[in-house]
């Protein structure tokens, strides 16, 4: 997403933090993906003072960028040897700059969306989650743009959404991957617009289209209204230890069989 939409960004981040308000968590190590930067890293710091923010920034965001944010948050997060990376690493490589049961908790804000596999990153949040860790994430859902489809000629090359999985879908995909207790959730938010050229500019920047530069909009009844589907889900990372479940049958490490001793 590009700075367009920022407040979009900031909007449904509060929301999902305020959802975390009733979990209880014990953390020390945070996971940001991405990591929009400022917003995050101040909400985080001021939550959670003595964690280390661990971040993956979003696409144009430079080191001072990141630098200056840690400053604005909190001055102790420069010291506390958090690590950042890039989101086009993660993009090429499919892996988190982290080792294994790494993280106690994984924020992800409005990614999933422009993921093609969902479910591989449902798995790297699983191997660097810590036993008892939270997943929390949100994500535009396959009713986004609603209106746009149904429109004969655009003045854009409209795209379908790379997850187009509504919450029932993540839901299902959370406990084949593990993940217990998953609590989705989900929301319309109807965005109004005066001009067409900010719809074309938020339609941009969703992601959901490209603009065409021979083509005059002026002359073309676009829509004044906009649906967003805001999914939310947050789901624990509990037993670990416990292989992969394959035909309904879990397989224990046998490492993991204790011995009653009198």
């Given at each position: 997403?590009?700075?367009?939409?920022?407040?979009l960004?900031?909007?449904?981040?509060d929301?999902?933090?305020?959802?975390l308000?009733?979990?209880?968590?014990?953390?020390?190590d945070?996971?940001?993906i991405?990591?929009?930067?400022?917003?995050?890293?101040y909400?985080?710091?001021?939550r959670?003072?003595?964690?280390r923010?661990?971040?993956?920034?979003?696409?144009g965001?430079s080191?001072?960028?990141l630098w200056?944010?840690?400053?604005?948050a909190?001055?102790?997060?420069?010291?506390?040897?958090g690590?950042t990376s890039?989101?086009?690493?993660?993009?090429n490589t499919?892996?988190?700059?982290?080792p294994?049961n790494?993280?106690?908790?994984v924020?992800?804000?409005?990614?999933?969306?422009?993921?093609?596999d969902?479910?591989?990153?449902?798995q790297?949040?699983?191997?660097?989650?810590?036993?008892?860790?939270l997943?929390?994430?949100?994500?535009?859902?396959p009713d986004?743009g609603?209106?746009?489809?149904s429109?004969?000629?655009t003045?854009?090359?409209?795209?379908?959404?790379?997850?187009?999985?509504?919450?029932h879908?993540?839901?299902?995909a959370?406990?084949g991957?593990?993940?217990?207790?998953?609590v989705?959730d989900?929301?319309?938010?109807?965005l109004?617009?005066?001009?067409?050229?900010?719809?074309?500019?938020d339609?941009?920047?969703?992601?959901?289209?490209?603009?065409s530069t021979?083509?005059?909009?002026?002359?073309?009844?676009?829509?004044?209204?906009?649906?967003?589907?805001?999914?939310?889900?947050?789901?624990w990372?509990i037993?670990?230890?416990l292989?992969k479940?394959?035909?309904?049958?879990?397989?224990i490490?046998?490492?993991?069989i204790?011995?009653?001793?009198?």
């Amino acid at each position: 997403m590009t700075q367009p939409i920022r407040w979009l960004q900031d909007e449904i981040a509060d929301r999902m933090l305020q959802k975390l308000d009733i979990v209880k968590l014990k953390v020390q190590d945070i996971l940001l993906i991405p990591d929009f930067s400022g917003k995050h890293l101040y909400s985080f710091a001021k939550r959670f003072p003595g964690a280390r923010i661990h971040s993956v920034a979003e696409q144009g965001s430079s080191s001072f960028d990141l630098w200056r944010s840690k400053v604005s948050a909190n001055w102790r997060t420069l010291f506390r040897n958090g690590k950042t990376s890039a989101i086009a690493s993660y993009l090429n490589t499919g892996k988190f700059d982290l080792p294994d049961n790494s993280v106690d908790l994984v924020f992800s804000n409005l990614l999933l969306q422009d993921l093609a596999d969902p479910k591989h990153f449902l798995q790297e949040c699983w191997r660097v989650l810590r036993e008892g860790g939270l997943i929390a994430f949100s994500y535009l859902g396959p009713d986004t743009g609603k209106e746009l489809r149904s429109m004969g000629t655009t003045p854009f090359q409209l795209k379908n959404l790379l997850n187009p999985w509504d919450m029932h879908d993540m839901g299902d995909a959370l406990m084949g991957e593990r993940f217990s207790d998953p609590v989705m959730d989900m929301e319309y938010l109807m965005l109004d617009y005066e001009k067409p050229a900010l719809l074309l500019a938020d339609i941009e920047a969703l992601k959901m289209g490209i603009p065409s530069t021979n083509f005059a909009y002026e002359t073309t009844e676009l829509p004044t209204k906009l649906t967003l589907e805001v999914v939310y889900g947050h789901a624990w990372a509990i037993g670990k230890h416990l292989a992969k479940a394959q035909d309904s049958v879990a397989y224990i490490d046998i490492n993991q069989i204790g011995r009653k001793t009198r």
